[in-house]
């Protein structure tokens, strides 16, 4: 960030989702309505258990564990699911575990698998593929697999670095955050940082909490499933109250369900 360099300030990388980046996002994401109403429609007609993957501090488990529904939410950082294990704690509905989204085994199948907040983008192909088939084998007959992802209209943001100051909700009232975004690899992907503006000091070290995203679109993420073995996508708005573009991907498994594991087992 051009503002570091300026005051020779010593970034110190650190995942947004583990350590006080696990604070950061709650703050940040965690009052956002978005996703839920939809999630919660699709978990009405659910058969069965749903499976939240890459649910994080639970912004869409909690409303659906309240809602009745039994969940199980994995995540790759534990430190996300404390926070969540803590919202509801030994909650009989609710079943926390550890995993990477792309290589996962639980007990069960599921009439409902979710990610939310387009964490699909935090996956490259490879990582997509892996995911997919794993999501394949876990989900019942009927089940449903749903996600969402950027809309058209958020193309254009995507696609030029930036640098732009938020104000973030804090325990003493808001705090002003520095925002980042750098396109990298020709605009296939972005690194996103946020830096406390109080923390900026001439020559100091300074906490940078970063996620790197694919820039991905539904088109693209449609041909994919129908490649791993899922119907056609429908493609529906999410209703935000800021108004960004978001859609949300709702698809099930094809009849071609066995030679397609087979391909993903080996
Ligand atoms: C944008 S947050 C979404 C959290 C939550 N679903 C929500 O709607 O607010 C992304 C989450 O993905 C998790 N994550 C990142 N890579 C992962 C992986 N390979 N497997 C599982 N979880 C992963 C992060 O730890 C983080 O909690």
Redesign the pocket.
């Known amino acids: 960030m051009a503002r570091l360099h300026l005051i020779g300030a010593v970034p110190r990388e650190q995942?947004?989702?583990?350590g006080a980046g696990?604070d950061f996002?709650d703050r940040l994401?965690?009052s956002?309505r978005a996703?839920i109403r939809e999630v919660l429609a699709l978990a009405r007609d659910a058969e069965g258990p749903i499976l939240?993957?890459?649910?994080?501090?639970?912004?869409?488990?909690v409303p659906l564990v309240r809602s009745g529904k039994r969940v199980t939410a994995?995540?790759?950082?534990d430190?996300?699911?404390s926070r969540l294990r803590r919202t509801l704690p030994d909650h009989a509905m609710l079943e926390c575990v550890v995993?990477?989204?792309?290589d996962?085994s639980l007990p069960r199948q599921f009439g409902l698998v979710i990610?939310?907040?387009?964490?699909i983008t935090?996956?490259d192909r490879a990582?997509r593929s892996l995911?997919y088939a794993n999501v394949r084998r876990h989900l019942a007959v009927r089940g449903v697999f749903a996600f969402t992802v950027a809309g058209d209209a958020s193309a254009e943001s995507f696609s030029v670095s930036r640098d732009r100051e938020i104000e973030v909700p804090g325990p003493d009232g808001a705090e002003t955050y520095l925002f980042s975004q750098q396109v990298e690899e020709d605009g296939a992907a972005r690194l996103v940082n946020w830096v406390r503006v109080a923390d900026l000091t001439e020559g100091g070290e300074v906490t940078v909490l970063t996620?790197r995203l694919r820039v991905l679109d539904h088109g693209v993420l449609s041909r994919e499933l129908i490649h791993a073995g899922f119907a056609p996508p429908a493609v529906s708005p999410v209703r935000t109250l800021g108004g960004e573009d978001i859609v949300l991907l709702t698809t099930t498994r094809t009849g071609c369900a066995e030679a397609r594991d087979d391909d993903a087992s080996r």
């Open positions: 995942d947004l989702y583990s696990t996002y994401v965690g956002d996703e939240d993957v890459a649910a994080g501090t639970g912004r869409l488990t994995i995540d790759l950082s430190d996300m699911l995993a990477d989204m792309r996962f990610i939310g907040a387009t964490s935090l996956l990582g995911l996620s």
